[in-house]
């Protein structure tokens, strides 16, 4: 009933017929906050796709659901406990992985070399005592916020291959420079660039469908840029940078992620960083990613409550969803900060920045929702979309949460 014979396509993927998926989330996804607080892991960028994109590349299920660990996410993105296949969502497939799930048969589950539940095919919050289980020892399990960055040149490699194998680029203007492998560059449908320089030497560069790169550009591969998002004039891209969908770049960038919908406009720095969805940093927003004495970076888990060390030597800004910061504004090394809050003035405000706050150096109050409901409206509509009532009240539900103690002294 449940061994899928795969079948093995130019592509060099697997494909399971019939098969209804559903992705869910364990405890563990608490990790992964503040990114995790508005949606499922399986939505979060790790590379040129989401998770649940690269699942449905992969498997090509009939139908894919979800099954969030927290309650107030299950009118927006659903609750489906019933399925063929049940798939951690902080699970990151590579081709190979298939081949130990392609095995998985009734009565067995497929763990982590960490024990994590991978993949079975009853619910996932279920007796798993009497099942059998098959270890995947080199599972990519997505387990801490940095991790969506330090590991941003191997997934923009793993999603380039899989996304372009068999296919050809849209033609690169003559105006640009390619330095290394010109067949490196892959242009989707609208994608354009002009009078930009291009390094391929260690990874590939990939323009997402109508996309823009601006003239002056300079960009260093491994390096993403999602549909219909802009690279700014002279800005200058280093390795290891995911820019997702419908987003606005400039300045200097290294090894960060924007998952989509979210602008760095203008000049400032910012490195070794995760933007969330809907973030906007105003012009000269600068990070700090190391430390005066060199030591490790520690962030703040919301799990625990406490900072911990990441163990990283540089590790930037964490922003959550619809957070904004002003002119000017100055991010220590290894800031959190959660969703809705709105950051400005002068000076570094603390590390560990609450969802909903609005201030800076010099103190926060709590966000007031209707500020931040109008807000939210309103960027929404640029882009085409509506702010509906189920995104109404999964805010409201957000909100009264994340604001139900008191962190804003």
Request: overall charge neutral; hydrophobic content about 35%.
């Amino acid at each position: 009933m449940f061994l899928y014979t795969p079948r093995v396509f130019t592509l060099g993927v697997f494909y399971f017929y019939g098969m209804n998926l559903v992705l869910f989330d364990d405890a563990s996804s608490e990790q992964l906050r503040p990114f995790t607080i508005t949606k499922p892991s399986a939505y979060l960028r790790t590379g040129i796709l989401t998770n649940q994109e690269r699942w449905k590349l992969l498997l090509n299920p009939s139908t894919m659901g979800f099954l969030p660990y927290r309650n107030y996410l299950h009118p927006v993105f659903g609750k489906s406990e019933n399925a063929d296949l049940f798939v951690n969502g902080r699970w990151l497939p590579t081709a190979k992985d298939l081949i130990a799930l392609s095995t998985l048969k009734n009565g067995q589950c497929l763990v982590s070399s960490q024990q994590e539940l991978l993949a079975c095919s009853v619910h996932p919050f279920s007796d798993m005592e009497n099942l059998d289980k098959m270890e995947c020892l080199d599972a990519h399990v997505l387990r801490k916020p940095w991790e969506i960055f330090s590991n941003a040149g191997f997934w923009i490699q793993q999603d380039f291959n899989l996304l372009t194998n068999g296919r050809t680029s849209r033609p690169l203007s003559p105006s640009n420079r390619v330095i290394g492998d010109s067949a490196m560059v892959f242009l989707e449908e609208g994608a354009k660039a002009e009078c930009a320089i291009f390094n391929t030497m260690n990874g590939p560069i990939y323009l997402g469908k109508n996309s823009e790169v601006m003239e002056g550009a300079m960009i260093r591969g491994p390096f993403s840029l999602g549909e219909k998002s802009q690279v700014k004039m002279g800005a200058k891209i280093y390795e290891d940078c995911i820019i997702g969908p419908f987003s606005k770049v400039g300045g200097e960038v290294g090894n960060s992620v924007i998952m989509g919908y979210s602008n760095k406009g203008h000049d400032g720095y910012l490195g070794n960083s995760v933007l969330g969805e809907w973030c906007n940093l105003g012009a000269d927003t600068n990070t700090s990613n190391l430390k005066n004495n060199y030591a490790p970076v520690k962030l703040w888990d919301f799990a625990s409550q406490r900072f911990e060390n990441t163990g990283l030597q540089f590790c930037g800004l964490m922003m959550g969803d619809h957070s904004k910061s002003g002119i000017n504004t100055m991010f220590n090394t290894g800031t959190v900060v959660g969703v809705g809050s709105n950051i400005f003035g002068d000076g570094f405000p603390r590390n560990f920045i609450p969802s909903f706050s609005w201030g800076g150096s010099s103190g926060f109050i709590r966000h007031q929702f209707a500020k931040f409901l109008e807000t939210a409206k309103i960027v929404y509509q640029r882009r085409g979309l509506e702010f509906d009532e189920n995104l109404i009240q999964l805010y409201q539900q957000i909100f009264a949460e994340e604001t139900s103690t008191d962190q804003h002294a």
